[in-house]
């Protein structure tokens, strides 16, 4: 399969369409776990997560706390709380293990 494909627009116009994908592995900052996913999706939660690379079973259980907090917290925030070992030291979230 070709890296690009063209396609008619009009009789005097082409749209090259990008199939070719590069998905790169990558460390989750919390619990380790590799995942596979696009520069710009990396990009996207480097963002959302103040930088750290963060897998997508970790930015539920982030989500999840900004949650139940029972007021609005930040992201960073709702990330320290991870990080106690009380709350997520069993699995190894945020760099704690027990």
Not at 69 to 95: D, K, N, Q, W, Y
């Amino acid at each position: 399969m070709s890296d690009a494909v063209m396609m008619p627009v009009t009789e005097s116009q082409t749209v090259t369409a990008n199939l070719t994908t590069i998905v790169e592995f990558v460390k989750c900052d919390c619990c380790g776990l590799m995942e596979g996913c696009t520069q710009a999706y990396m990009e996207r939660i480097r963002e959302r997560y103040k930088g750290k690379w963060i897998c997508g079973l970790c930015g539920e259980a982030v989500k999840d706390e900004i949650m139940r907090s029972g007021r609005l917290i930040s992201t960073e925030e709702a990330m320290t709380r991870l990080s106690h070992p009380g709350f997520c030291g069993s699995v190894g979230l945020f760099g704690v293990t027990s």
